[in-house]
């Protein structure tokens, strides 16, 4: 099971979790403690490989065997979260996500053996991706951001840790 926990102000009270099928499950924490599904999120077509939680912008993002991720919004409004299709351009299964420590992008490992780092194109109105145009030779199997925004450590199939730069220039 894919899982992650939101803390709010220290204390833990939120969970999402994907439990190998192409459904993800928002928990809430009760006052007595105990846990409640809030609301499920589908929206891929094959299984959920990766989740990752945003805690200051309160955003969720998915990605999936079907070469697709998804940032989840919530509307405060109705209290729904709502999907944003990320442009990915990839030809596998996309298997690992990460939130920057900013939370303003994200980057996500794929089979394709591509590392895609992903924004917010506020001209269109939805996430597009660029890719890291370095030679790795298997799976990406994590992803990790340096505390400073700015370095991506991946970890792939081919007992290979590469450190890689995430500056943008349509970002930065």
């Known amino acids: 099971k894919q899982w992650y926990q939101r ?6 009270d939120k969970l999402v ?19 409640t ?3 499920e999120l589908q929206k ?15 955003r969720i993002a998915t990605c999936a065997g079907d070469r ?3 940032v989840w919004n919530l509307n405060s409004e109705t209290g729904t979260w709502e999907p944003s299709l990320v442009l990915l351009r990839i030809a596998r299964a996309a298997t ?6 900013a939370e303003d992008r994200f980057a996500v490992g794929s089979g394709a053996r591509l590392l895609s780092v992903c924004f917010y194109d506020t001209e269109h109105d939805w996430w597009v991706s660029k890719h890291i145009k370095k030679p790795i030779r298997s799976t990406i199997l994590c992803v990790d951001w340096h505390p400073s925004n700015h370095l991506i450590a991946v970890g ?3 007992f290979k840790c590469r450190i890689f730069s995430a500056a943008l220039k349509e970002t930065n």
């Open 7 to 12: 803390r709010v102000r220290g204390t833990l």
């Open 68 to 70: 697709n991720a998804y």
């Open 156 to 158: 792939s199939c081919a």
């Open 37 to 39: 599904k809030e609301t």
């Open 96 to 101: 690992y996500i990460r939130w920057s420590p």
């Open 44 to 58: 891929h077509i094959e299984r959920v490989k990766c989740v990752d939680w945003a805690p200051n912008t309160n």
């Open 17 to 35: 979790v994907s439990d190998n099928s192409n459904t993800v499950y928002v928990y809430a924490k009760q006052a007595n403690g105990k846990w």
